[in-house]
């Protein structure tokens, strides 16, 4: 099962927090917008755990078409 990216929280995360130009933040890869994050910020995000699964599943549930377009 291929997991959906959070398309709204990267460009929450690449064009505010990070200020990228739009261009520049549709070049990177998902792994690349992580790493620039975890060098501005200097921490990299915690894993998921069981609980932040859950939670995340009970927010967004399957069947809910969802793109963070609009």
């Known amino acids: 099962m291929r997991r959906r990216l959070d398309w ?4 929450r995360l690449g ?3 990070l200020g990228l130009a739009p261009a520049t ?3 990177m890869t ?3 917008l ?3 994050a975890e060098g501005r910020f200097g921490v990299a995000p915690a894993p998921l755990g069981r609980a932040g699964l859950q939670a995340l ?3 967004h549930p399957d069947g809910k078409a969802d793109h963070g377009h609009g």
Request: no cysteine; aromatic share 10%; glycine share 10%.
């Open 30 to 32: 998902p792994v690349e």
């Open 25 to 27: 933040f549709w070049e």
């Open 15 to 17: 064009l505010g927090r």
């Open 57 to 59: 599943m009970a927010r």
């Open 8 to 11: 709204a929280g990267l460009m």
């Open 34 to 36: 992580r790493r620039a």
